[in-house]
Antibody
Framework: EVQLVESGGGLVRPGGSLRLSCADS????????MSWVRQAPGKGLEWIGR??????????SYAAPVKGRFTISRDDSKNTLFLEMNSLKTEDTAIYYC????????WGQGTLVTVSS | QTVVTQEPSFSVSPGGTVTITCGLS?????????PCWYQQTPGQAPRTLIY???TRSSGVPNRFSGSILGNKAALTITGAQADDESDYYC??????????FGGGTRLTVL
């Protein structure tokens, strides 16, 4: 069974950087398409981006609000997904979820990122 | 930019049937948008209900069903129960690797 655990959240100043991780304890990470989705306090879900499996080409796509600032990567040897966030803005404050599968089939519990001065 | 639309809120009586829809600010939703549905209760991560229009995720009760109704994707709950009171989100595939979530529908069971 897929079990996803996010980490790396915390308080960061506007303009700062943060790196989130998502560890998958399942056995199918290498074949999984992985995504990041965030949820601002009291708001709805927002898709951030996705990385395909290497066997499917490894292409990465991003939502417009984060393109050029956020970078998604994966380390299949460690069953871990990453989200590198730069030039953070107050509006990036949210719970960040990783999700596994073509259709966001499995979700982690999320990690909170707060961007504030 | 295309917006994915959902009803902000809905209420249903216990045992009743409710249909939540997922549309586009411009155009019609078809199976090529691979509509998916998620349930989220406060403080919890989303749970996948339906993917690729009609496929129920493992362990999801069959009172949840997905379809295309007219020009929108739809999630129907038949025989609503108290613990169905949640926020429901749809997501659509826009092509070029891009997905967009709807704003969510808060369902009240009373």
């Amino acid at each position: 069974e897929v079990q996803l655990v996010e980490s790396g959240g915390g308080l960061v100043r506007p303009g700062g950087s943060l790196r989130l991780s998502c560890a998958d304890s399942g056995f199918t990470f290498i074949d999984a398409w992985m995504s990041w989705v965030r949820q601002a306090p009291g708001k709805g879900l927002e898709w951030i981006g996705r990385i395909r499996s290497k066997t499917d080409g490894g292409a990465i796509s991003y939502a417009a609000p984060v393109k050029g600032r956020f970078t998604i990567s994966r380390d299949d040897s460690k069953n871990t997904l990453f989200l590198e966030m730069n030039s953070l803005k107050t509006e990036d404050t949210a719970i960040y979820y990783c999700a596994s599968g073509d259709y966001f089939n499995f979700w982690g519990q999320g990690t909170l990122v707060t961007v504030s001065s | 930019q295309t917006v994915v639309t959902q009803e902000p809120s809905f209420s249903v009586s216990p045992g009743g049937t409710v249909t939540i829809t997922c549309g586009l600010s411009s155009g019609s939703v078809s199976p090529s948008y691979y509509p998916c549905w998620y349930q989220q209760t406060p403080g919890q991560a989303p749970r996948t209900l339906i993917y690729s229009t009609t496929t129920r995720s493992s362990g999801v009760p069959n009172r949840f069903s997905g379809s295309i109704l007219g020009n929108k994707a739809a999630l129907t709950i038949t025989g609503a129960q108290a613990d169905d009171e949640s926020d429901y989100y749809c997501v659509l595939f826009m092509g070029s690797g891009i997905w967009v979530f709807g704003g969510g529908t808060r369902l009240t069971v009373l």
